[in-house]
């Protein structure tokens, strides 16, 4: 049985400010709170920070958790209110069908593969030459270091994860502007992708020591957040369970859904899209 988590962290405590600013030792107090995980089980996690004052971290485990160690160490063990949520995830599971919609955020580590990378790290140059002659060498991870580029890489994916990004519901341009949806490539006399109801809210650059002395680990990570269309339920939910790109014990990975939220009168947003600072909190969770 598959559980989702919300726990709540105390950003003025010294346990907090070392799991807030290193994605190993948080992902070592987040397996601390699951017994028992077999080969094969998946653990995946999120630190939603937008907020400084109220960082919260949002875990998708295969059993029942157990959160005290964190809240104890890095929450307010003695004050009141839900310290640690954890819900059932069957409901949302069962809410997985053709056609309908959330409103999403993710976390993720858009990377590509290549085996020429035009500027190989020493772990990298070190690989190839330890390769024989004729030896295939497994392809290398190049990180999307800009927004276009991480935008691209989640936009051109989304068919394989089982939803689409739907075009933005926007008010058409003011007389004299020309958008992009409407822009023609002069070029090749086509007009170019709408925009759609994605955008990134958040963009970081990881990097720390494995064991604090061990091999350093540098990564980084880009946060989506907007409306999606589920178009083929087994992927999805094998996605939701699984998590999406690489990256997933350090944070990356977990996609989270809510109710898409009801814009009310004379809103100039796209419909569906998040207020800046907001996050979308997983269906079966009270919003924050």
Known sequence: MTFLSRIRINPLRAESRRLLSNPRAMHGAVMGGVPDVVDGDRVLWRLDADDSHRPFVYVL??????WTHVVERAGWP????DHALVRDYA?????????REFAFRLTANPVQTTRTPLAPTPAQV??????GPGERIRGFRHAHRTAATQLEWFLTRTGKWGFEVPAARTEPAAPGLVTDAAAVDQGQ???PEPAREVRITGRSRHSFAKGGRGPHVVFHS?????RLKVVDPAAFATRLLRGIGPSKAYGCGLLTLAPLPKPGPGRGRAAGAVTPGSSPSPSG????
Request: proline letters at 14%; charged letters at 30%; zero cysteines.
């Open 61 to 66: 485990t295969p059993g029942k958790p157990d």
């Open 78 to 81: 003695d004050a009141d209110g």
């Open 91 to 99: 409901p949302l599971l069962a809410q997985v069908s053709a056609g």
């Open 126 to 131: 070190k690989r190839r030459e330890a390769a």
């Open 189 to 191: 006399g086509r007009r």
């Open 222 to 226: 880009a946060t989506f957040e907007g």
């Open 285 to 288: 969770t009270p919003p924050r």
